[in-house]
């Protein structure tokens, strides 16, 4: 039966809403549109009918770019399966599958390394999120996807994400989904839809069953003629479901029941019209819930749409019937070729069935494959296959899919689609075995959740042959294979106890030496990660006493070596074995290992507090490491550092440019290194004062790496807090870094805001021996950690002397004095100036560091040292100077929003009589253009140029994610429902100075 085009009837104000995403989008908004209902409810016609019409009323799509995919059963774990497919369209190759996305890069010699911590699959999400955002500055984008029930995982995160864009992107998605399986992630999206306004975030479509007047309309459709009585009582049935109304209509078609009669299509007397299994008569109500019931309700003889889909089937000839089977294994596409592979029969001896099956409206060719014409077909095809033969079956057709060399993503499909039905993995063929020894690496480069399933499978799989065949059929290296490629897996997943186990099962047995040293990388790596230098010390002398390892694994492996040792802190033995592991990596030429040990050689110079080598070593190791994308990891280590080596020094521009590169490079890879990069960067922001744009840094990240970078975090944010008065926030803060939560050697390595909150809550609460107390540890003259502490030294003093106690204070500027003979840069030396001027009242001193700092933009700095001159001044009789010093201190506090230190300023000018003559506590306004940060502004006068925000990302050497939550702060802050609102609102005066620089639009 020819298949009528398909004309919606009954859904005029559905379609409408596809007018409103389009007003919506050329006004420069976002909107999100969820399509829910049961199966063959219509929500893929409704789909397609609404992007026609999307296309049409734009000029062919040339106003709007729109992108279309959906998601199928068989594809739902393969990461971005569908998303890529749909955005990227360059991506697309017949011999590529889409999720190809994250193939390995290209590596000269071979094999991928799998060295660094990224997680590939998470990388994907951003290279997604930015293509999105770049498309979305040329023209407003739409994306469709269908049965988003079927959606893999990481993409559903996506498509979250996506959605809270499109209050800043002019950005619609647009997603269908059946009710049944239930995706707790559409769920809660379609609850946040319903939750707003219609017409500002988006709306949530429930198609409903159709009317009997539409119902009569699509039979007019199939039969030219609108239906009499019997035949509308015979539709009805359907119970509005059009699948089941199309379905019904074409059965009637088939038995030739019906007959043109006057004006009117009318069944024939004493025709039932329905060949399949006998039952009770009536509506049915309960139309369909799920395929897995389709056999169930067959079997119970209900009349449904299931049965209706049965009798379309039942009415082939049974050889047409179990090709189709076979092809329902392959997904709801599928070639010739592929179906000839998996049923053993040349592709010429498939011809007719298919033909048939094509006559019989259950497939149709889509360019040079076929599909079925719905979904529900194939499934119930596929759910008519016993459960274990179905298992076998995927199995028979990864085996082909995989012998025939198809890409890795297809026979992954296959193999999960296996797994599903029968975890026990029993059945796993050998020849699978082999396929994924060989292939593991690659699986676990495109996504080692995946990988280590397939593995984990394969492995108790593997064992259960081998001990049934005593080692007989497979060979001993598949087994080794396996386990190094689920340890790699592992490794990338940050699983460190099953990294372990399988790395050292593996090192027990491998001969391979090259295999045997990077499965000790992985095994020392992770030691290293979970605290036990030594223990990864041992073993990676072990490993290095392997003969026959290759010599750039040999230099890798010394490296690492080296790196054990630096770690541990014992400066003098660490250099030696530093210089040593170097040397050895240029006698490799290995650029891995350079990285690393110019890494290493780092570190050494930062005990030393040697900057400028330090600094050194880490533009060599960045020369080293090139654009290996291998090596990202440890280049962004080593990015991180110079970053902060440079900002030590006062290079604050070079500093936050090679912070930013950064930052960029960590968007291409998922690491969690994104979260540590960006809790440097709201560091670096809150030490120049922009202390809004360190809250916003924070706020946008996702993941913390660790609980070092989470005491970071929270000591950063509950130090804004105590300095404003947010008592709330700080006590929470303090709840959360609590000692027991805390280990002190964590703060000593970098947490070091928690050593200083815990002394400014002391001394909020009156408790200034408390408050030296807590920064106690930081002044042991022979402690070579806290690098940073010379700027606390200055606070010890004066605290010190606060209570009298002028030994402390004397001890204060005494390590002061220290840091800067260690390390004699203008910084220290004007800190250690400072604690002498404050110990020895000499205002030249205070008045010369508070000069430097000045010029160092460091505000907080400058004004705890104006404070102090003030005080100082006051002291010693010149009121007149120290009213003009405390000032200007005040008025920079006051721009910091820092109102407990505006308080302690005052109350200690306060015996002396000396008071302001202004009072400089000026609050920003909550809402409107005026609240707006310095840096909102300037994103804002970005926004309204039209850059998106990867480009505004660029620009101002922020991150992405950093721009987003600012765009979404400078929203709501004006109260504005998309990105266009903030040009059309932007105030006069600002416009002027963009068209003066000749900028604006
Ligand atoms: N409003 C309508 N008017 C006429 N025909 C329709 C209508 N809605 C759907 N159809 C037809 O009904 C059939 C089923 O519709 P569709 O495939 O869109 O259902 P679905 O909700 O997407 O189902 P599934 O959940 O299985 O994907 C199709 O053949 C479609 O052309
Ligand atoms: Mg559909």
């Known amino acids: 039966m020819a298949e009528p085009a398909v004309r919606l009837v009954g859904r005029d104000e559905q379609l409408d809403v596809f007018d409103g995403v389009l007003s919506r989008l050329l006004d420069g908004g976002g909107y999100s549109v969820l399509i829910r209902g049961e199966p063959g409810i219509g929500k893929s016609a409704l789909l397609e009918a609404g992007l026609d019409r999307l296309a049409a009323a734009t000029a062919g799509g040339n106003a709007v770019a729109i992108r279309s995919g959906s998601c199928s059963e068989l594809s739902q774990h393969i990461p971005y399966a569908v998303l890529f497919e749909a955005i990227d369209v360059n991506m697309r190759s017949p011999e590529r599958g889409p999720a190809d996305s994250t193939r390995e890069p290209a590596r000269s010699g071979g094999r991928a390394e799998l060295i660094s911590m990224a997680d590939p699959v998470a990388a994907g999400a951003e290279r997604v999120l930015g293509l999105v955002d770049e498309l979305c500055t040329r023209l407003p984008v739409v994306i469709a996807v269908d049965d988003l029930q079927w959606m893999d995982e990481p993409g559903m995160r996506v498509w979250q994400r996506l959605s809270q864009l499109t209050d800043q ?222 298992a076998a079956l995927h199995q028979d057709a990864a085996l082909a899919l995989a012998t025939k060399g198809a890409p890795i993503d297809q026979v992954t499909a296959q193999l999960l689609a296996a797994l599903q039905i029968d975890s026990s993995a029993s059945g796993i063929d050998t020849g699978i075995l082999a396929w994924l020894a060989r292939n593991s690496d690659a699986l676990a480069r495109r996504s080692p959740q995946v990988a280590a399933t397939l593995l984990e499978q394969a492995l108790a799989a593997a064992t259960g042959i081998e001990i049934a065949i005593a080692g007989g059929a497979l060979d001993s290296t598949v087994i080794e294979s396996l386990q190094a490629g689920l340890s790699s897996a592992a490794f990338l997943l940050a699983r460190h106890d099953q990294t372990e186990r399988l790395a050292r099962e593996v090192l027990a047995q491998t001969k391979d030496p090259e295999l045997a040293a990077r499965t000790t990388w992985h095994l020392a790596y992770t030691l290293m990660r979970t605290g036990r230098p030594d223990e990864a010390r041992a073993c990676v002398r072990k490993a290095l006493a392997v003969p026959g390892t290759p010599p750039h694994w040999t230099a890798r492996l010394t490296v690492l070596n080296a790196m054990t040792i630096v770690t541990s802190g014992q400066v003098r033995p660490s250099h030696a074995v530093s210089r040593h592991a170097l040397r050895t990596a240029r006698t490799a030429q290995d650029p891995m290992a350079l990285a690393y040990a110019y890494h290493a050689e780092a570190l050494c110079h930062e005990a030393r507090r040697d900057l400028d080598a330090a600094m050194r070593a880490q533009r060599e190791g960045l020369d080293a490491a090139g654009n290996d994308p291998d090596l990202t990891d440890i280049k962004l280590l080593l990015m991180s550092n110079l970053a902060s080596s440079m900002h030590a020094d006062d290079h604050l521009e070079e500093g936050a440019r090679v912070l930013s590169e950064a930052r960029m490079l960590a968007e291409t890879i998922e690491t969690p290194r994104r979260g540590a990069l960006a809790i440097q960067a709201a560091e670096l922001a809150f030490e120049l004062g922009r202390w809004d ?81 807590a920064l106690t540890d930081t002044m042991n003259l022979d402690s070579q950690d806290f690098t940073v502490r010379f700027t606390w030294m200055p606070r010890l003093v004066r605290l010190g002397l606060t209570i009298g106690r002028s030994e402390i204070a004397h001890q204060a500027a005494a390590v002061a004095e220290h840091e800067a003979r260690m390390h004699p840069t203008p910084r220290k030396r004007v800190w250690a100036s400072w604690c002498h001027g404050l110990l020895e009242s000499d205002l030249d001193r205070l008045r010369e560091a508070a000069d430097y700092i000045r010029a160092s933009q460091r505000p907080l700095y400058l004004a705890d040292c104006l404070e102090d001159a003030a005080a100082t001044a006051a002291a010693t009789g010149d009121l007149t100077d120290a009213r003009s010093t405390l000032t200007e201190a005040i008025s920079i506090y006051a721009g910091l929003q820092a109102t407990f230190d505006i308080r302690r300023a005052t109350a200690r000018l306060r015996p002396y009589n000396v008071r302001l003559g202004v009072r400089g506590n000026r609050s920003r306004p909550q809402t409107g253009w005026d609240a707006l940060t310095a840096t909102e502004l300037k994103i804002a006068t970005l926004v309204a140029r039209g850059e998106s925000n990867s480009e505004i990302a660029a620009g101002l050497y922020l991150s992405r994610r950093t721009v987003e939550c600012h765009v979404t702060h400078i929203l709501r802050k004006l109260d504005a429902d998309c990105r266009g609102h903030v040009v059309r609102h932007m105030p006069a005066d600002l416009w002027r100075e963009e068209i003066a620089h000749g900028q604006a639009p």
Not at 351 to 369: H, K
Not at 738 to 764: F, K, Q, V
């Open 169 to 390: 992107l002019p950005l619609a998605l647009i997603g269908t989904c059946r009710l049944v399986p239930q995706r707790p992630e559409i769920g809660r999206l379609g609850r946040l839809l319903q939750s707003g306004p219609p017409d500002r975030r988006g709306v949530v479509i429930d198609l409903d069953r159709l009317g009997s007047d539409a119902a009569a309309r699509i039979a007019a459709q199939e039969f030219g003629r609108v239906p009499g009585p019997r035949l509308a009582a015979k539709i009805a049935e359907a119970g509005g479901n059009p699948l089941y109304i199309r379905e019904l209509l074409a059965i009637l078609h088939r038995s030739s029941a019906v007959r043109i009669l006057g004006g009117f299509a009318e069944l024939r007397e004493g025709t039932t019209g329905f060949h399949g299994p006998a039952g009770p008569k009536g509506c049915s109500t309960n139309v369909f819930t799920y395929p897995a019931d389709v056999s169930a309700s067959v079997v119970a003889g209900a009349h449904s749409l299931a049965d209706a889909l049965a009798d379309r089937i039942g009415s082939l000839p049974s050889t047409t019937r179990l090709l189709l089977e076979s092809a329902a294994i392959l997904g709801d596409e599928f070639s010739v070729s592929d179906l000839a592979h998996i049923t053993g029969r040349p592709a010429g001896a498939l011809l007719e069935p298919l033909d048939q099956a094509r006559l019989g409206g259950v497939i149709e060719p889509v360019g040079s494959r076929f599909r079925f014409r719905h979904d529900l077909l194939r499934q119930a095809l596929y759910s008519s296959l016993p459960t274990p033969i179905r």
């Open 693 to 773: 744009d360190a809250l916003a840094e924070i706020e946008s990240i996702s993941d913390v790496p660790d609980l070092t970078h989470e005491a970071r975090r929270l000591g950063l944010e509950g130090l804004i807090a105590a300095h404003r008065d947010d008592q709330a926030t700080l006590d929470t803060h303090l709840t959360a870094l609590a000692d027991d939560r805390i280990p002190s050697a964590m703060a000593r390595n970098g947490a070091t805001w928690l050593l200083l909150l815990r002394s400014l809550a002391a001394e909020r609460a009156g408790n200034p021996p408390e408050a030296i107390e």
